[in-house]
């Protein structure tokens, strides 16, 4: 998935998805050739079992 439908997925901000990949909840995927990160939709979904998605309102 790329950052723009994994933080719809989860309902979180830019700033947001980034502390789960410092924390550790989720991994960063690059392809070898290009900029663009990508993240494992089973590891997303893994995500939000524990996390539901956030109220987005309230960003």
């Known amino acids: ?3 723009e439908e994994t ?6 901000s830019p700033r947001t998805l ?3 990949v410092r924390d550790g909840l ?3 995927y690059r ?4 900029r663009e ?3 494992k939709r089973s ?9 539901p ?3 987005t309102d309230n960003q």
């Open 7 to 12: 933080r719809k997925r989860l309902g979180v």
């Open 53 to 55: 998605a956030e109220d």
């Open 31 to 34: 392809r070898k050739i290009g």
């Open 26 to 28: 989720l991994k960063k």
């Open 43 to 51: 590891e997303v979904e893994d995500l939000l079992r524990i996390r």
């Open 37 to 39: 990160v990508f993240y």
């Open 18 to 20: 980034e502390r789960y």
């Open 1 to 3: 998935m790329t950052s």
